[in-house]
């Protein structure tokens, strides 16, 4: 196999513009691409320089469910400041808790998609796979999908 990294996610909304200003205005994203087409609107956002992109799909963009994406997994360097600027923005914030694999928090956008932040430990980076002094394993975050519900 040759795959080098993951191009997109789908994130179902209900509505375009508003998931819009929650990613670009709330946590910050990029658009990376905001295209008419045939079956509907292409847009995309991003984390500055992500290699990953989060398709914001919208109704009739596929058979996709406003808030079913659950456990998307940020890595962030001060969760805490995210956990804070989040509660600034009117979102409601579980955690951040810490954990053997780092601090971490959840949140919700506006359709109910579950995300979740992480700063990893100094021992462990789920980003490259390594899990280190901890035992951890990549499996582990997504156990705790709970942090996002």
Do not use: K
């Amino acid at each position: 196999m040759n795959i080098t990294h993951a191009s997109f996610l789908t994130v179902p909304v209900s509505d375009q513009d508003a998931a819009l200003r929650f990613y670009r205005d709330v946590l910050g994203f990029d658009v990376t691409a905001d295209l008419p087409t045939p079956q509907g609107r292409w847009l995309q956002v991003a984390p500055r320089g992500a290699q990953t992109v989060f398709t914001l799909s919208g109704p009739g963009m596929g058979g996709f469910v406003p808030g079913g994406a659950q456990g998307i997994m940020l890595v962030t360097t001060d969760v805490d400041a995210d956990c804070a600027r989040l509660a600034e923005a009117g979102v409601e914030v579980s955690g951040p808790d810490e954990l053997p694999w780092g601090r971490m928090a959840g949140f919700r956008d506006p359709d109910g998609n579950g995300w979740m932040l992480l700063t990893e430990a100094a021992d462990v980076s789920f980003a490259t796979g390594a899990a280190h002094a901890t035992g951890a394993t990549r499996a582990e975050p997504a156990a705790h999908a709970s942090y996002t519900e």
